[in-house]
Structures are given as structure tokens and as C-alpha cells.
């Protein structure tokens, strides 16, 4: 299994990003898959994700301005990051898991990314 996770870059506050995560070696179309973000010196965090349904949750300083969504058919899960803030800046990971248990818990995924670097500039 890989989940490949690419488009992280350096921005500036109030730019866009969009973060591609690529799944092999695994039936995709049940999954639900999640990004989760660790800032230097923080724990890693939740920050959306989405069900084999397109539900989706995500965390509150995110709201509004992020949006996840999927495409089963290029077993693909996307994170578009806009209106950037300084405070984005993580290394952000993609994970995957087929069970219902909550998806803001990292525990509960079955599987990872490798992560992939954001930076936004003030």
C-alpha cells in the first residue's frame, strides 16, 4: 500500500494550494481518507476528511477555507487550501482507513503518506 501525498510549496498568506494524495495497492472506493498537519515542535493535527460517501469534516480554523474531495476513479483524495495563513504552515499527511470510528483520530487510520511540505510566508 503507498499513499502518495505532492503539491506542498512555499506561498504566500492568502494564497492557494491544492495537495494531491495518490493511493495504490489498495481498494480505494471504501476508504475514508483524511489529512492531518504537523507543525515543527506540535502534535500532528486533524485537518479534513472525507468518507467513501464524500462526507466530509473538517477542523475548525480550516473551515471555510479548505475544501477535500475525491476522485475514486484516479484513486485520488485532494485537499484545496485557500485564503493561506502563516499558521498552515505544517507538513501535511494523507491517511486512509475502511472502519467507522471517528476520522479526526489519527489512531484510527490504517495507512500513510509520506507527508508534504506547506510554507506560508507573512
Known amino acids: 500500500v503507498q499513499l502518495q501525498a505532492s503539491g506542498g510549496g512555499l506561498v504566500q498568506a492568502g494564497g492557494s494550494l491544492r495537495l494531491s494524495c495518490a493511493a495504490s495497492?489498495?481498494?480505494?472506493?471504501?476508504?475514508?481518507m483524511g489529512w492531518f498537519r504537523q507543525a515543527p515542535g506540535k502534535e500532528r493535527e486533524f485537518v479534513a476528511a472525507?468518507?467513501?460517501?464524500?462526507?466530509?469534516t473538517f477542523y475548525g480554523s480550516v473551515k471555510g477555507r479548505f475544501t477535500i474531495s475525491r476522485d475514486d476513479a484516479k484513486n485520488t483524495v485532494y485537499l484545496q487550501m485557500n485564503s493561506l495563513k502563516p499558521e498552515d504552515t505544517a507538513v501535511y499527511y494523507c491517511?486512509?482507513?475502511?472502519?467507522?470510528?471517528?476520522?479526526?483520530?489519527?489512531?484510527?487510520?490504517?495507512?500513510w503518506g509520506q507527508g508534504t511540505l506547506v510554507t506560508v510566508s507573512s
Open positions: 491517511a486512509a482507513k475502511s472502519n467507522w470510528r471517528t476520522v479526526v483520530a489519527s489512531g484510527n487510520y490504517d495507512y
Open positions: 495497492g489498495l481498494t480505494f472506493g471504501p476508504r475514508h
Open positions: 472525507i468518507t467513501w460517501s464524500d462526507g466530509t
